[in-house]
C-alpha cells in the first residue's frame, strides 16, 4: 500500500498544479529538528514519535485530501508514511 497511495498523491499533485507535489523552494518546507530524527532511531521513544506524529499527520493528511483521495485512503497515506520514515530512520 504505501507505494500506491504515495505514488496517486504524487501524481495528481503534480497534475493539479503542473508542479512538481514537493516544492525545490526551502522556504516552503517544514524544517524537522535534528535532534528529533535522531531521536526517532530509538524505537521505544514513544514521546519522540508522538511528537513527530503530532507534528505532521495533519500535513500529511491534508496533502493527501487536496490531491483528491478519500478520508480512507488520506488516513492510508499517513500511516503508510510514517511506516516508511521509521525503516528508512532505523
Given at each position: 500500500m504505501i507505494g500506491k497511495c504515495g505514488d496517486e498523491v504524487t501524481e495528481k499533485l503534480a497534475n493539479?498544479?503542473?508542479?512538481?507535489?514537493?516544492?525545490?523552494e526551502t522556504?516552503?518546507?517544514?524544517?524537522t529538528r535534528l535532534s528529533l530524527l535522531a531521536r526517532l532511531k530509538d524505537w521505544q521513544d514513544q514521546q519522540s514519535w508522538r511528537e513527530f506524529f503530532d507534528t505532521y499527520w495533519k500535513?500529511?493528511?491534508s496533502v493527501a485530501i487536496q490531491?483528491?483521495?478519500?478520508?480512507a485512503e488520506a488516513q492510508d497515506v499517513v500511516q503508510d508514511t510514517l511506516v516508511s520514515?521509521?525503516?528508512k530512520n532505523a
Open positions: 493539479s498544479s503542473g508542479r512538481p507535489a514537493i516544492s525545490e522556504d516552503d518546507l517544514l524544517p500535513l500529511i493528511y490531491a483528491g483521495l478519500s478520508d520514515v521509521a525503516k
